[in-house]
C-alpha cells in the first residue's frame, strides 16, 4: 500500500479555476519576483498576488495540482493530466467537456496523493453491501487503514477536515442565505457521485450515498484510455482487478461495468473480453501510448 496522505487542502476543496492556474503558476519564471518555475513557485511571497488569492489558498491550490496530477510529485515533473487537458493536446482547457471530468475523478483517486478519494470510492465499499456511509463510519475505517499501513496516527480533526472537503467535492450544498456561489464552483459536483440521502445516523451525523450506477456519461474512450492508464503495458488485465480499480473510481455498478466492457470491445477490436473456466479478463491487442491518446483524442471529437 502507498503512504497514506491527509491533509494539505487547508480546507479548500478545489475549484474549477485552480487547476489552470496553478499549472500557469509552475510554468514562470521570473527572477524579478523569485519565480525559478516548477513546484517551489508556490513557497514564494510574489504566489499570492500571482494567484489572486490568500496564502492558505496558495497552498491548497499546491496541494490539488498534484492531487489531480497536474504536477507529478514523484518525478517533479507536469502531469499527465496537464499535457492532457492544458498543453501538449490541449483537449478541454476550460473543462468545458464531461469526459475531462471523468479523467479528472480518474486520476484523483489513482494517484493516491489525497488518499481519501481513493480509500472511499474503492476500499471502504469493497466488502459493503449498503452504498451509504456517514462521518464516523469514514473515520473508523481511516484509522485501521493507517494502522494496517503501519504509519503514524491522525490526528480526529485532521480526518474531519479531509472528510468535509470529500463532501464539498461532491456535494453541492443547500442555498441559505450563508451559502456562497464560491461553494458551487468545483467541477465534479457535475458527475453526481455522491449524494446525501436526507437522513441522519443515531449520532445525527448526515448520511451520503455512493452513486454506483450504468455511467450513461461515460464513454468507452475515457474508460478505455483509464484502462490503459491503470494498468500500463498490461496485455490481459483482470475483471476483478478493473472492479477494484478503475471500475469503482468511476462508480460503476456491476452492470455500468459489463455494459461499458461490451460497448468498448464493439467500438475497438483492440480490446477483447474473455470469460474462460471462471477466469474473466480483458485482453488489449494495443497497449501502445499513442493507441491510448488516440482514444482520448477520438473521445473529443464524438463529443466536443
Not at 449498503?130 to 475505517?141: C, M, R
Not at 461532491?170 to 450563508?178: G, H
Request: charged share 25%; net charge negative; hydrophobic share 35%.
Amino acid at each position: 500500500m502507498s503512504v497514506l496522505r491527509f491533509s494539505g487542502h487547508d480546507t479548500f476543496h478545489c475549484r474549477e479555476q485552480w487547476l489552470l492556474k496553478g499549472l500557469n503558476l509552475i510554468e514562470k519564471k521570473d527572477e524579478s519576483l523569485s519565480f525559478e518555475g516548477g513546484i517551489s513557485n508556490f513557497k514564494v511571497n510574489s504566489a499570492i498576488p500571482e494567484l489572486g488569492v490568500g496564502k492558505n489558498m496558495v497552498r491548497s491550490i499546491a496541494h490539488w495540482i498534484r492531487a489531480f496530477k497536474i504536477f507529478d510529485d514523484q518525478s517533479n515533473e507536469i502531469g499527465e493530466l496537464s499535457k492532457i487537458l492544458f498543453q501538449d493536446l490541449a483537449l478541454d482547457p476550460y473543462l468545458e467537456n464531461e469526459g475531462s471530468l471523468w479523467l479528472m475523478q480518474y486520476y484523483l483517486c489513482s494517484t493516491e496523493y489525497a488518499s481519501i478519494f481513493k480509500l472511499i470510492f474503492s476500499d471502504y465499499f469493497s466488502d459493503k453491501a449498503s452504498l451509504e456511509f456517514s462521518e464516523s463510519q469514514v473515520k473508523s475505517f481511516l484509522h485501521r487503514e493507517i494502522e494496517r499501513n503501519n504509519q503514524r496516527s491522525v490526528t480526529d480533526n485532521t480526518l474531519n477536515s479531509d472528510f468535509k472537503v470529500f463532501i464539498k467535492t461532491y456535494v453541492a450544498p443547500k442555498k441559505n442565505i450563508k451559502t456562497v456561489e464560491d461553494d458551487f464552483n468545483t467541477p465534479l459536483l457535475a458527475l453526481n457521485l455522491v449524494f446525501s440521502t436526507g437522513r441522519r445516523n443515531e449520532k445525527n451525523e448526515p448520511i451520503f450515498r455512493i452513486n454506483r450506477t450504468v455511467q450513461k456519461s461515460l464513454t468507452p474512450e475515457i474508460f478505455g484510455y483509464c484502462l490503459l492508464a491503470e494498468f500500463q503495458g498490461n496485455s490481459a488485465i483482470d475483471y476483478d482487478k478493473i472492479r477494484t480499480s478503475v471500475a469503482s473510481y468511476l462508480c460503476l455498478s456491476n452492470e455500468g461495468l459489463e455494459r461499458i466492457i461490451d460497448n468498448l470491445g464493439e467500438s475497438y477490436p483492440e480490446f477483447i473480453y474473455k470469460d474462460d473456466a471462471g477466469v474473466r479478463q480483458i485482453q488489449v491487442k494495443n497497449t501502445s501510448e499513442k493507441f491510448k491518446i488516440n482514444l482520448l483524442k477520438k473521445h473529443y471529437e464524438l463529443h466536443s
